[in-house]
T-cell receptor, first 114, second 114 residues
Framework: NAGVTQTPKFRILKIGQSMTLQCTQD?????MYWYRQDPGMGLKLIYY?????ITDKGEVPNGYNVSRSTTEDFPLRLELAAPSQTSVYFC???WGTGETGELFFGEGSRLTVL | QQQVKQSPQSLIVQKGGISIINCAYE??????FPWYQQFPGKGPALLIA?????SEKKEGRFTISFNKSAKQFSLHIMDSQPGDSATYFC?????????????FGTGTRLQVTL
């Protein structure tokens, strides 16, 4: 199984440009998440989804948008890139919550905004 | 308060030694405490987890100790090996959450030397 697949792995954007980080999972998980990881800051939740058509904001949603049209796909959109969005982005999925909510992460997308 | 405080930021341990990473939390609504392990260039992966009604959980060389009254929990890695060199994140989630929305600590970079 591929698990959680993220593309691209690396991207450099200019300030004000837009882009979409792609995420797909083949585990038939209902729950999907986007986290960003910054040095010394841990992982912060950007957006999450509890199923197709349902999304909600996490801790740091400003500057991002998401959609969930299928169970498998959960793209993250950056509309007007800013240097503060330079980070490593991780998509994750889970079967359930709490003890059944083990997060399965992709390998990350490293984004640099110059 | 959603914060989970983790220490130390980095740790160097000799092969065969014990690695200890500590976390503390304030929100008593947290009821699930996993630890994730992340190797360079990879996404985090679940290592071990505990619920607050248990004081200790052991899986192989990895042990979580939990002190509910002090609102602290720690990861102990016995007989540390070079292959354990990675970044470790403690995390916590709230009971009854609508998704597996984990609050992560800031991470500990462990280096096990020969």
């Amino acid at each position: 199984n591929a698990g959680v697949t993220q593309t691209p792995k690396f991207r450099i954007l200019k300030i004000g440009q837009s882009m979409t980080l792609q995420c797909t999972q083949d585990m038939n998980h209902n729950y999907m998440y986007w986290y960003r990881q910054d040095p010394g800051m841990g992982l912060k939740l950007i957006y999450y989804s509890v199923g197709a058509g349902i999304t909600d904001k996490g801790e740091v949603p400003n500057g991002y948008n998401v959609s969930r049209s299928t169970t498998e796909d959960f793209p993250l959109r950056l509309e007007l890139a800013a240097p503060s969005q330079t980070s490593v982005y991780f998509c994750a999925s889970s079967w359930g919550t709490g003890e059944t909510g083990e997060l399965f992460f992709g390998e990350g997308s490293r984004l640099t905004v110059l | 308060q959603q914060q989970v405080k983790q220490s130390p930021q980095s740790l160097i341990v000799q092969k065969g030694g014990i690695s200890i990473i500590n976390c503390a939390y304030e929100n008593t609504a947290f009821d699930y405490f996993p630890w994730y392990q992340q190797f360079p260039g990879k996404g985090p992966a679940l290592l071990i987890a505990i619920r607050p009604d248990v004081s200790e959980k052991k899986e192989g060389r990895f042990t979580i100790s939990f002190n509910k009254s002090a609102k602290q929990f720690s990861l102990h890695i016995m007989d540390s090996q070079p292959g354990d060199s990675a970044t470790y994140f403690c995390a916590a989630s709230i009971k009854g959450g609508t998704a597996s929305k984990l609050t992560f600590g800031t991470g500990t970079r462990l280096q096990v030397t020969l």
